[in-house]
């Protein structure tokens, strides 16, 4: 595995690939991005997760939604 044990990003792709949901994860300085594709039931499902903590550690403080285009290159949930 790419990931550490109880890493923040690879928590977040197992909760992606749970949900059936590709895209990608990046922190960026003191936030997280994150560009998620799926179907409507599944993104609903995954926010809930990520924003209800995705760990015992995480701390979603506020978070924002906006639709994006549909990027039909995105195969699986992966950190950049």
């Known amino acids: 595995s790419a990931c550490l044990v109880g890493s923040e990003m690879c928590i977040r792709a197992e909760i992606a690939q749970k949900h059936n949901i590709v895209g990608t994860v990046e922190n960026i300085d003191n ?6 594709q799926g179907d409507e039931p ?6 809930n997760a990520v924003t209800e903590g995705a760990s015992p550690a995480s701390h979603v403080e506020d978070y924002t939604i906006e639709a994006l285009d549909y990027d039909q290159s995105l195969k699986k949930f992966r950190t950049i």
């Open 31 to 36: 936030y997280v991005d994150i560009y998620a």
């Open 42 to 47: 599944s993104l609903t499902e995954f926010i």
